[in-house]
């Protein structure tokens, strides 16, 4: 047997298995890094999360991957040049962070790395019959393995695709083996550059949950900030909290297919960017508004369309427990937005869970990783969107 492979085999024998879970989500902030403690799997699957930090990315390296990001035309060199740069960063990252905490790199099982994605196509985007959905993430593994020297897995959604659904929301899985609850109803909702969540029944059971994106989190605001503010987001909603609500440009702004379609779907940045804005707002007739307005509008927006998908899901007087993980549930007014618009609802956070809110959905690759390492039991029924397989490519470091 090569070697490598018994390695492979060994250190998935392990009770115990150390496993760094990342993800850099379409809000390019970072490089979220949870080192992970794992045993067992399935719905046995307990983790503990040692270590977590976001690895910053310099304004540089974050320029050059917006030059390649969500866009469909781009510098196909480039493309391929940052397949392998964006993975020297992340190992880099990795790195620093092991040493940091004082671990050294063969203490570590495995890395699960969910890459940078570039671009989510999935038919309700493309609207092209004879092409399936699709959705590309680089930062390669192979990279990631020889530069850190950590067998590492990777590119988790091309699987998922394979298998019918979408390429997203993995959260499903993982929510499911980490959050679900005897008798308790939960909603899991992580808020990032679009906002997504999963429905877990206290039934416990797995035919029955669903996870879906419901549209923007924070990312139109974030590109708005960019753009006009040259700053990277609105730190605390300060400029939304200095303007109001435009409800002609709202109600434009959810005039939009993609809220029509059923559950589960997902989205991203290539329908909600600047473009979707400056339309909705030509349509509305509000270019000349003042920019916080923009952007208290932009708040409201995320509010109301988070808030309708649950709505939707669990009726207008919707009363579950509501446990919030991402960026944007450090956003005062967008929270302060969801709690009056659902009022039924009691909102916490994945902290109570014992995950802490910025690194959860890092924790989220971490076990997937581990299911198709030691799991891979877990039957998730028939439905279209939630496949039961297991996910991500295994790269060897030597
Ligand atoms: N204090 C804060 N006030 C307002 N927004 C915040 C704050 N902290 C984080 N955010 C938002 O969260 C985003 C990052 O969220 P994250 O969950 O990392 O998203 P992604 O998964 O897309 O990377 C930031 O870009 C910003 O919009
Ligand atoms: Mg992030």
Redesign the pocket.
């Given at each position: 047997m090569n070697p490598q492979i018994e390695k492979l085999y060994t250190k998935a024998n392990k009770a115990k298995r150390l496993i760094i879970g990342l993800?850099?989500?379409?809000?390019?902030?970072?490089l979220?890094i949870a080192l992970c403690s794992v045993t067992g799997s399935g719905i046995k699957t307990n983790i503990e999360v040692l270590e977590f930090k976001?690895g910053d990315f310099s304004d540089d390296f974050r320029a050059k991957i917006k030059a390649v990001f969500s866009k469909r035309q781009v510098d196909l060199q480039l493309v391929c040049l940052m397949n392998e740069h964006i993975a020297n960063v992340h190992a880099a990252l990795i790195n620093e962070a092991l040493s940091e905490w004082g671990y050294k790199n063969e203490d570590v099982d495995f890395i699960a790395s969910h890459g940078q994605t570039i671009f989510h196509a999935p038919k309700s985007l493309h609207k092209m019959d004879e092409y399936p959905n699709g959705t590309l993430q680089i930062g390669d593994g192979d990279h990631i393995a020889v530069k850190t020297g950590i067998i590492t897995l990777s590119d988790f959604r091309q699987k998922h695709l394979a298998a019918g659904g979408e390429g997203a929301p993995l959260a499903v899985y993982g929510d499911f083996l980490m959050f679900s609850k005897q008798d308790e109803d939960r909603v899991m909702l992580?808020?990032?550059?679009?906002a997504n969540f999963t429905y877990l029944p206290g039934s416990l059971n797995a035919n029955e949950i669903f996870s879906t994106d419901v549209g923007p989190?924070?990312?139109l605001?974030?590109q708005y900030m960019q753009q006009h503010y040259n700053q990277?987001?609105?730190?605390?909603?300060t400029t939304a909290l200095a303007g109001e609500l435009n409800k002609e440009l709202l109600s434009t702004l959810l005039d939009c297919d993609f809220f029509e379609v059923g559950f589960p779907k997902t989205t991203g940045p290539e329908l909600f960017n600047l473009d979707y804005l400056v339309n909705a707002q030509k349509k509305s007739s509000t270019e000349n508004i003042e920019k916080e307005n923009v952007m208290a509008t932009l708040c409201h927006f995320s509010a109301e369309t988070i808030s309708n998908a649950i709505k939707k899901c669990f009726g207008n007087d919707a009363s579950a427990y509501i446990f919030m993980?991402?960026?944007?549930m450090?956003?005062?007014l967008?929270v302060r937005l969801l709690k009056s618009k659902l009022p039924n609802c009691i909102f916490s956070t994945t902290s109570d869970l014992n995950i802490h809110p910025?690194a959860k959905?890092a924790v989220l690759f971490a076990v997937l990783a581990n299911e198709t390492l030691c799991g891979g039991q877990i039957n998730f029924g028939e439905r279209q969107g939630v496949p039961s397989i297991c996910m991500g490519k295994i790269s060897l470091p030597e």
């Amino acid at each position: 047997m090569n070697p490598q492979i018994e390695k492979l085999y060994t250190k998935a024998n392990k009770a115990k298995r150390l496993i760094i879970g990342l993800m850099s989500g379409t809000s390019m902030d970072g490089l979220d890094i949870a080192l992970c403690s794992v045993t067992g799997s399935g719905i046995k699957t307990n983790i503990e999360v040692l270590e977590f930090k976001t690895g910053d990315f310099s304004d540089d390296f974050r320029a050059k991957i917006k030059a390649v990001f969500s866009k469909r035309q781009v510098d196909l060199q480039l493309v391929c040049l940052m397949n392998e740069h964006i993975a020297n960063v992340h190992a880099a990252l990795i790195n620093e962070a092991l040493s940091e905490w004082g671990y050294k790199n063969e203490d570590v099982d495995f890395i699960a790395s969910h890459g940078q994605t570039i671009f989510h196509a999935p038919k309700s985007l493309h609207k092209m019959d004879e092409y399936p959905n699709g959705t590309l993430q680089i930062g390669d593994g192979d990279h990631i393995a020889v530069k850190t020297g950590i067998i590492t897995l990777s590119d988790f959604r091309q699987k998922h695709l394979a298998a019918g659904g979408e390429g997203a929301p993995l959260a499903v899985y993982g929510d499911f083996l980490m959050f679900s609850k005897q008798d308790e109803d939960r909603v899991m909702l992580n808020i990032g550059g679009i906002a997504n969540f999963t429905y877990l029944p206290g039934s416990l059971n797995a035919n029955e949950i669903f996870s879906t994106d419901v549209g923007p989190g924070n990312t139109l605001m974030d590109q708005y900030m960019q753009q006009h503010y040259n700053q990277f987001y609105d730190k605390n909603a300060t400029t939304a909290l200095a303007g109001e609500l435009n409800k002609e440009l709202l109600s434009t702004l959810l005039d939009c297919d993609f809220f029509e379609v059923g559950f589960p779907k997902t989205t991203g940045p290539e329908l909600f960017n600047l473009d979707y804005l400056v339309n909705a707002q030509k349509k509305s007739s509000t270019e000349n508004i003042e920019k916080e307005n923009v952007m208290a509008t932009l708040c409201h927006f995320s509010a109301e369309t988070i808030s309708n998908a649950i709505k939707k899901c669990f009726g207008n007087d919707a009363s579950a427990y509501i446990f919030m993980s991402g960026g944007g549930m450090h956003n005062p007014l967008l929270v302060r937005l969801l709690k009056s618009k659902l009022p039924n609802c009691i909102f916490s956070t994945t902290s109570d869970l014992n995950i802490h809110p910025d690194a959860k959905e890092a924790v989220l690759f971490a076990v997937l990783a581990n299911e198709t390492l030691c799991g891979g039991q877990i039957n998730f029924g028939e439905r279209q969107g939630v496949p039961s397989i297991c996910m991500g490519k295994i790269s060897l470091p030597e």
